[in-house]
Structures are given as structure tokens and as C-alpha cells.
């Protein structure tokens, strides 16, 4: 009887406008009125992307739209930078490898952020490799990685920059088109509240230019195919077309809400959550937080995976559990979408009730109320702390 | 103001239940219940394909799995017999071209079905052929395939089975495993009355000692991917979660009719449809007709895209067009999913009014005429014509 409160980070809630929207009878994708309908979420994209270059819009979960990402940039012997941090960013590698493309992979530890003066030692040792592949917010850890100081690292050498936005664009502050990026991958199903099966790319024209040089072990992921198809606007293959349509909603909130402002939401509430869980004791996995999500660890000697069961069975509270080397160790938490103050409010209560239950000593309300007041201060005009943790 | 009355061959109508499905809050798809409802999915697929075989989900659209059926199947350089009739066929060549698979290309005349001794001709002159890709239902000209026919030819062979049954399966009657079909190919938006966005592959056992032997250009379309995760059972990548909860709902409406009882009423209400034609003096494109859709022309000297256009402002009537060479010259209807009599007999009505309506001679009635006349036949029992046209 738990009243469902989806608050993972992915996928997140979709709007009643846009549940309702689903509900519409489908309607067919050759006609005038959807190339009307997806040129309005093209154009919805670029907004929120912040680019003039192309969006494409595929049928696919995000690593579809990753692996186009790889397949029309970088030839089977080709080179490539990776930037790795976590699970997602680790999926680059494995696209690469799985496509014989030759990796120079930098990892660095889960939880930490890429440093843009290794990506320009390594741009240096490495002036043949055709991309950079990094991540805006790995999802895995929460991080939220400097993608404008990597933009300036990459913009002067020959390497196109190559960003998985999946999880974060439409919470974090993505500036594509300034930051020079080439070629941005999102996914339906993160700030964009629409639920999973859409992905999109943004490619640039020097994107463009290394994909028309290069043959691709592809068809559907063809990404010519797609461009070709933008003079209707229309897909090359038959596309999602109710969740196009729901997409239209998210995306006319957003540009009624102003994707500025919306950025500024979700980092609020990451701070927010940040201070609750600071006064609760418990530690982050990042070292420079996303502003759509939260890792958190667990504390020592609980079982995460418990905790987070009870979280959903006694409130309905459905958060993610952690991946890799910190499975049941962390649980994460999103605060993008139409995720609100009150909804983060309700999930720090949660947690530090489902805390208490399973015996940790938990000063009730120290949480819920360091949250408040991060939200009492911006409400006041104070100056927010941009700062980290 | 005109009614929306869906009736083109992909996408269907999707019923009230499954619309209400759709507008139900998005869930989380790493858990029990998706698993529950995933498993669900999967054992209602089998029972629809008739298989025992493996059955994966993946999310993208028809062209997105027959590219899995390619790349995971034929080696680059190996050899494929593919045959041609459509325009979706003619995707089978083209797919294969893409990948650098040796083409054997049977063309036969659009409208006309393949015969299983040309096969059988082919597979013993090309006993070195690793597949033959053929199509059960033409979406393009609304031919039939007798799959049957080919899979006794094709059984006793090294080569694979791979049939496209994106469009027919559902509709058409397909007994995977009994016709000896080692890769079937289906989409959600036509006979399983569910949005575009899944795609699913049945896969015989011969079929995956072919995948494990050969290298593939693949990593979101890598079959192994998904069938590790049919232990769960999951998918590797997010699937489009929505649909496969609506999928849930076509798949319990099939199973309560009965699939062949389904396939019965497809039949049924093709026969109507040619009945309806062929008193209005309409001829098919169809020399051996599938039982989901039908290819029509329209009348010599009548613009065929304005006659659509017709049917759809003023009846909300919205049937495809042609394509390729039958662009402008056919009008294609689906007798698939939902749609039932009444449907079918609206339908032929608004093909009389707008053909009078746009000056051609027509006895208004006649169609819709011939057509009950089938219904009423099948309902007092008496043996249906099965023949051709």
C-alpha cells in the first residue's frame, strides 16, 4: 500500500501531463502533424542542450545513442582518449573496444573528478587520437565532472569532444555549443521525465565532418541516415512516437520554467540533500557532486541493500543501489525532473526514519532540517554555496 | 473534428488498456516486479510466436532487431540469400550490403509471392549460404509469404531461417518452431497493438551456435548481451519500460482470445476487405494475400495521396500510402490488432464515399455489401473461402 515515490536517477518520474499525454491512442509518424510535433522537440532539445547544431533524435536506451557516438567517430583502429570514473564512463571503453578502436584510457578513482590538465598531457602524448570520451554526470558516483574545463583543454587540439550527458543535461548546467562539445549523447528518461526508449545526439559541424570521412560498421545507428532525414524533420526508422509526444511536455516545461532556472533547481536540491546527509554523518561518494543526483554511502556495517528495501516497503521511497565495487554499499538519489523541495524533504525524513529502524543512533529531524534550511536560505536571497561537499 | 480511426498497417491502435497502462507513473527496472512483468512478457511472446525458442526484448524499432538478426548471424564475407519482393524485404539486402555480407539477391516482381522451389534452387547452388532472410508479411504490397513452404526447403539445408515478421506476426499465423524459423523478427506497433519503440527476436538453438561462433559488429545489438540476461530476467540496457508494461496488456488480451482464434479473425476481416474491393472493382497488389493488411490501387487516373488525404479529413479514415514504386498508386489497410468487423465495414463505406466524392462511378453500398456478406457467412458458419484474391 506504499504510495510509490520514484526517486532514482533514472528513470525519474514523468509529469501527469505528460502520463496523460501517453495515454492519447497512438497516432502515425509520416504525417505532417508529427514532423510538426518532433520539429517542436528538435527545437525543445536545442534549447536545452544550449546548441545550433543538429539534434537527432534515435529509438534506443542511451547506450544506443553511445555506441552511435563511437561507431561514426572513430574507425576500427582508430584512437581514442576514454576518461574513466565510474560505470558509465567504463562503457565508453568497452564501445571502443567492442569496435576494435584503440583506447587510451585514464582512469581515475569511482568518485573522483577528471582533472582537464591530464586530458591536455594526455591530448599532448596522444596528438593521432580522433575523440575525448568523458561523461557529464556519472551516475554511478555522483560525480559531476568539469566538462567546460575539459571544452577548453580539447577545443585547440585535433580530438572531437565527446560527452555523455545521459543522466545529467536538463539538471546540470550544460552549455554545449560553448563549451565545444562535439558530440552530446542524452537519454529520454533522466531530466527530461519522459520515460525510457528515446535517445539524442547533438553533433557538431566538425563532428559531421570526421563521420562523412569515415565508413561505420552501422545502419540503424547510421547517424548520415538521421541527418538525412532532418529535412522532413522525420527518422529514418519507425521512432518511439508516443514517447515523442510526452517528450513534447517535458520540454515545454522546461522552456516555460527557463533551463537556467532549472538548473538552479536541481542544484538546490542537491545541496539540500548534501546538508542533510551531512548532519546525519553519512559520507557522499563524490568528490564534486552532479547537481541531478546524490551517491551516498551507507553507514559502515549496515546492509545497503536492506536499507534501501525497507526505504521503499515502509514509504514507497525508491532510490537506487550502487553498482560495481559499491554495490550495497551506497545508495543514490536524484534531484532533477519535477523532483521538488518537498520531495526531497520526504526522502531525507524517510531515510533517516528507515535509519533509526534498523537500530543507527539518528538525532530524528537533524536532517530534514539542515535540508530546510539550505531551501529558508535561497528563499531568503541568501548567497547559495556553490562550493562542493 | 474528424474522428481519429487509426487503420494504417503499423502503427495500431492501441486499446483502452493499454493507453491506461501507459499513463500509469513510470516504474524502476531493476527490480522484482519489472522482472515479474518482464517474464510475463517473454512467456507471452512465445506463446504468440508458437516457439519454445529463447525470445529477447530489445528497445528500438523493427529495423533495429533485423539488424541484430544480421550482424549476429553472418560474419562479414560470409554468405546470405535474401529474398527481395517490398520494400522491406529489399531492408534485409540492404542491411546485409551495410555489414559487407556476400548478397545471394532472389528478386520476384513486387506483389508476388516466393516460391519455396526457387529456394530450394538457390540453397543447393549456394550450399555455402549461412542464412536466407525472407518476410512473412509484405508490409509494401501486402503479400503473404508461405513460410511455411520455404522452411521445409530451407530445414534440410546448413542455412538459417530468418524470417521478418515484424508486420505479421500476431496476425498471420507463424509457428516459429513447427516451420522450422531459427530467427524471427517482431515489432510491438502492429499485431501486439502496442506503440513503436520493442522489437523482439525469437532464437532456435542452431541459431545461437551461429551467434557463438562468429564475431560481431555489435555491442547494443549483441544477442549474447541479452541472452545472458534472461536469467534475471532483464535486459542489458534500459529497456522503454512503459511499453513493455502496455505489451503486458496485448499480450493477456491474446492469450484470453486465443492465438489462433486471433489469427482466424485477421483472415476474416481481410477476406471482407477483398470482398469490399473487389465489388467496388479494386484490384489488389497482392498475388497471395497476408492476413494482417491489404494493398490496394486506386483507380486508374485518381491521385492516390489526395484520395488519402480525403479519407482522412473527412472520416479520420488514416490508411498509408505506397511506396517506392507504388507511391501515389496504393492505398494499404490493416486488418490487424483491434479492429474488427465494424471497423473494417466503416472503413470500406468511407472508401466509397470518398471515391464517389472525388467523381469516380461507384455504387455506394456495394463494397460494403460484399463485406458483410463474409461476415455473415463466418458467423452462420459456412466454410470460409480460404483461396487467393
Redesign the interface.
Known amino acids: 500500500m506504499a504510495k510509490?515515490r520514484?526517486m532514482?536517477p533514472?528513470?525519474?518520474?514523468?509529469s501527469e501531463r505528460g502520463?496523460?499525454t501517453?495515454?492519447?491512442?497512438?497516432?502515425?509518424?509520416?504525417t505532417p502533424e508529427f514532423r510538426a510535433l518532433l520539429a517542436e522537440v528538435l527545437e525543445g532539445l536545442k534549447y536545452v542542450f544550449a546548441t545550433e547544431h543538429d539534434v537527432l533524435l534515435l529509438?534506443?536506451?542511451?547506450?544506443?545513442a553511445m555506441?552511435a557516438a563511437v561507431?561514426n567517430l572513430v574507425a576500427r583502429g582508430g584512437k581514442a582518449i576514454v576518461l574513466e570514473s565510474g560505470k558509465f564512463s567504463q562503457r565508453w571503453r568497452?564501445?571502443c573496444e567492442?569496435?576494435g578502436i584503440e583506447v587510451i584510457r585514464h582512469e581515475v578513482p569511482w568518485g573522483a573528478p577528471f582533472q582537464a590538465d591530464d586530458v591536455a598531457r594526455l591530448l599532448r602524448k596522444h596528438p593521432d587520437a580522433v575523440a575525448v570520451y568523458t561523461t557529464l554526470q556519472e551516475t554511478s558516483t555522483g560525480v559531476g565532472h568539469d566538462i567546460e574545463a575539459i571544452g577548453r583543454v580539447v577545443g585547440p587540439s585535433d580530438a572531437l569532444l565527446v560527452v555523455d550527458g545521459i543522466s545529467g543535461v536538463g539538471a546540470m548546467e550544460c552549455r554545449t555549443d560553448q563549451w565545444g562539445i562535439d558530440v552530446l549523447v542524452v537519454?529520454s528518461?533522466k531530466a527530461l521525465m519522459t520515460?525510457?526508449?528515446l535517445a539524442f545526439l547533438a553533433v557538431s559541424p566538425a563532428a559531421w565532418r570526421q563521420i562523412e570521412a569515415i565508413e561505420r560498421?552501422?545502419?540503424?545507428?547510421?547517424l548520415l541516415a538521421y541527418r538525412q532525414a532532418l529535412a522532413g524533420p522525420d527518422t529514418p526508422?519507425?521512432?518511439?512516437?508516443?514517447?515523442v509526444a510526452a517528450l513534447a511536455e517535458s520540454l515545454r516545461a522546461i522552456r516555460a520554467e527557463g533551463i537556467e532556472r532549472v538548473w538552479a533547481r536541481a542544484k538546490l536540491l542537491g545541496r539540500a540533500i548534501r546538508a542533510g546527509m551531512d548532519a546525519l554523518g553519512l559520507q557522499l561518494v563524490a568528490d564534486r557532486p552532479a547537481d541531478g543526483m546524490t551517491a551516498v554511502y551507507v553507514p559502515e556495517g549496515l546492509d545497503g541493500r536492506a536499507f534501501l528495501r525497507r526505504l521503499e516497503a515502509r514509504f514507497g521511497v525508491?532510490l537506487?543501489g550502487g553498482q560495481g565495487p559499491l554495490a550495497g554499499k551506497v545508495f543514490r538519489i536524484a534531484q532533477m525532473g519535477i523532483l521538488d523541495e518537498l520531495d526531497v524533504l520526504s526522502a531525507v525524513a524517510a531515510i533517516e526514519l528507515a535509519l533509526a529502524e534498523m537500530g543507527q543512533k539518528v538525532n530524528l529531524g537533524l536532517g530534514v532540517g539542515a535540508a530546510s534550511r539550505v531551501f529558508a536560505q535561497a528563499a531568503n536571497g541568501e548567497v547559495p554555496n556553490t562550493g562542493g561537499k
Open positions: 510509490p520514484l532514482t533514472g528513470p525519474t518520474q514523468v502520463l496523460l501517453l495515454a492519447r491512442q497512438v497516432t502515425h509518424h509520416r529509438t534506443c536506451s542511451g547506450t544506443g555506441e561507431v568497452v564501445l567492442a569496435f537519454g528518461q520515460p525510457p526508449g560498421p552501422a545502419f540503424y545507428f547510421d526508422f519507425t521512432p518511439a512516437i508516443s514517447l525508491k537506487a
